[in-house]
């Protein structure tokens, strides 16, 4: 059987290379693969880096595989388990949106822990995630939320290029830096590879509501315009959560008061 044989055959740590790459586009690597059948078969990978310039970089990932799959030259696995993800801003949307052929890797679910988004300029919390795939369609849905389980996204599958995403969070620390947390936060939708655009939003601060639309942009750095309406906002506690010191400059676009 192929688990017998596994306890003679060293896993060939190129041809699992060799797989990734040919489905993501970029190269892979992986520093080892290590089998662990109890208690059930299962594959522990170390230090693996997807890309050149701009890395995607995994501490470990354990995946469950179709038995048959792990000495041929199609890698098929039921379940991916990553942990401590770093992603980069640049690779944010190809992630989940970009379409890579199944053919040599296929992946049926993935979860990631301690996902780390180096985006410039913005702090944000480490997320976990969890994301399902269908054959040769790519993306069926995905969540992301925070250790606290306060934020939570969801995108639903694709559609000529975009997806449905809801972002829902209470309260809501703004990733800008600074003390500034929002009472509550709701949002709902488009989202491509390169931008969000959303329909709809509402969020709770200052013991008032702001509501418009927005699009978000994240491309060649961040950016973000759109429309703000504003209702019964404390003004002095505003000004206070927004200004410890100095001056502050800006533009809204269509703000109603």
């Known amino acids: ?6 306890h003679f055959v060293p896993l060939d740590v190129a041809s699992f290379e060799k797989a990734a790459e040919e489905r993501f586009g970029v190269p892979v690597k992986i520093a080892s693969i290590h089998v662990t059948l109890v208690p059930s078969p299962r594959l522990r990978m170390e230090n693996i880096v997807i890309g050149e310039d701009n890395k995607i970089e995994i501490a470990s990932a354990v995946g469950i595989p179709e038995l048959g799959s792990i000495l041929d030259k199609k890698k098929a696995f039921t379940r991916i388990e990553l942990q401590d993800v770093k992603l ?19 992946i049926d679910k993935l979860i990631a822990k301690n996902i780390k988004l180096s985006i410039e300029g913005i702090t944000t919390p480490p997320l976990d995630g969890e994301a399902s795939f269908a054959k040769d ?19 639903s599958e694709p559609e000529e290029g975009k997806a449905k995403i809801e972002i829902t969070g209470k ?9 500034m947390e929002l009472q ?5 939708g488009a989202a491509s590879e390169s931008e969000i655009l959303f329909s709809e939003y509402e969020i709770g601060a200052a013991s008032g509501r702001l509501t418009g639309a927005a699009r ?16 019964d906002l ?6 206070s959560l927004l200004v410890s010191g100095g ?11």
Do not use: C, M, Y
């Open 1 to 6: 059987s192929v688990v017998a044989v596994l």
């Open 88 to 106: 980069p801003q640049q690779l944010l949307g190809a992630t989940l949106w970009g379409k890579h052929s199944d053919s040599t890797l296929r």
């Open 137 to 155: 369609t790519g993306l069926e849905k995905a969540q992301l939320v925070n250790s606290e389980k306060t934020f939570t996204v969801n995108i």
């Open 171 to 179: 309260p809501f620390k703004l990733p800008f830096g600074g003390t």
């Open 184 to 188: 509550s936060f709701s949002a709902t």
């Open 216 to 231: 978000v942009r994240w491309s060649s750095g961040w950016s973000l315009d759109g429309e703000l309406n504003a209702r």
């Open 234 to 239: 404390d003004a002095a506690r505003i000004a």
């Open 247 to 257: 001056k502050v400059e800006g533009k809204i676009g269509r703000a109603h008061v």
